[in-house]
């Protein structure tokens, strides 16, 4: 006899479903040309319009609800107003998940920037899912190498982007000669593995964001 092999009763497992399905989805309709992607703001508007499709989806009782904003307010991470570029949730289960996104090409540069932001979305995730969400999500492409590979100086030897970088639990990050970001201070409680997909000339990042789900 077949084994169950609908839905997951848990709506957290099927939030988790709903991210991995959209994720794939995107990757796919970007590399092969659906999406038009050249900066974050589009990024964000396909990303959310896939997941609201999906998530719909995921709906099997008459009063699941399924619902995705963008840029919404979070109060006092580390003292500051965070909005968040993208919120999905089941209300009625009160089950949700936070969801930061970057998107970085290489014309752009400033990757020392870029690495310390990405840093920094990963602890406001953290910080809100103690406060309010159930797990979070962080996502980058990029076409600018520096973030994939392993730095020998400077920036990326601390805030370590590159493939394979795996950070230890507990840590604090700060390079205080980066110029516009010297105050920067990020602290990560849990260990997080960068590992890029790379697809044609693009490379895709996914951090799991997982501390009270």
């Given at each position: 006899?077949?084994?169950?092999?609908?839905?997951?009763?848990?709506?957290?497992?099927?939030?988790?479903?709903?991210?991995?399905?959209?994720?794939r989805v995107l990757k796919t309709?970007?590399?092969?040309?659906?999406?038009?992607?050249?900066?974050?703001?589009?990024?964000?508007?396909?990303?959310?319009?896939?997941?609201?499709?999906?998530?719909?989806?995921?709906?099997?009782?008459?009063?699941?609800?399924f619902l995705v904003d963008l840029?919404?307010?979070?109060?006092?991470?580390?003292?500051?107003t965070k909005y968040f570029d993208?919120?999905?949730?089941?209300?009625?289960?009160?089950?949700?998940?936070?969801?930061?996104?970057?998107?970085?090409?290489?014309?752009?540069?400033?990757?020392?920037?870029?690495?310390?932001?990405?840093?920094?979305?990963?602890?406001?995730?953290?910080?809100?899912?103690?406060?309010?969400?159930?797990?979070?999500?962080?996502?980058?492409?990029?076409?600018?190498?520096?973030?994939?590979?392993?730095?020998?100086?400077?920036?990326?030897?601390?805030?370590?982007?590159?493939?394979?970088?795996?950070?230890?639990?507990?840590?604090?990050?700060?390079?205080?000669?980066?110029?516009?970001?010297?105050?920067?201070?990020?602290?990560?409680?849990?260990?997080?593995?960068?590992?890029?997909?790379?697809?044609?000339?693009?490379?895709?990042?996914?951090?799991?964001?997982?501390?009270?789900?």
């Amino acid at each position: 006899m077949k084994q169950n092999n609908t839905l997951p009763s848990s709506y957290t497992d099927r939030l988790r479903e709903i991210l991995d399905i959209s994720w794939r989805v995107l990757k796919t309709r970007f590399v092969e040309g659906r999406h038009d992607i050249t900066k974050e703001a589009p990024f964000q508007h396909y990303f959310a319009h896939i997941i609201s499709n999906i998530g719909d989806a995921y709906c099997t009782k008459r009063d699941d609800i399924f619902l995705v904003d963008l840029e919404t307010k979070c109060g006092n991470v580390k003292g500051k107003t965070k909005y968040f570029d993208i919120i999905c949730n089941f209300p009625v289960q009160r089950r949700s998940c936070a969801i930061e996104l970057k998107f970085k090409t290489s014309r752009q540069g400033a990757q020392d920037h870029g690495r310390i932001d990405s840093f920094a979305d990963i602890e406001a995730l953290e910080i809100a899912c103690r406060k309010t969400y159930n797990f979070g999500r962080f996502y980058m492409i990029t076409d600018s190498t520096p973030y994939v590979n392993q730095s020998r100086k400077g920036v990326g030897t601390v805030f370590t982007t590159h493939d394979g970088a795996i950070t230890k639990p507990n840590q604090k990050f700060h390079c205080p000669n980066s110029k516009g970001r010297e105050n920067i201070v990020v602290n990560l409680s849990n260990p997080y593995h960068f590992e890029w997909e790379k697809i044609e000339k693009w490379y895709f990042l996914e951090i799991k964001v997982e501390l009270n789900s």
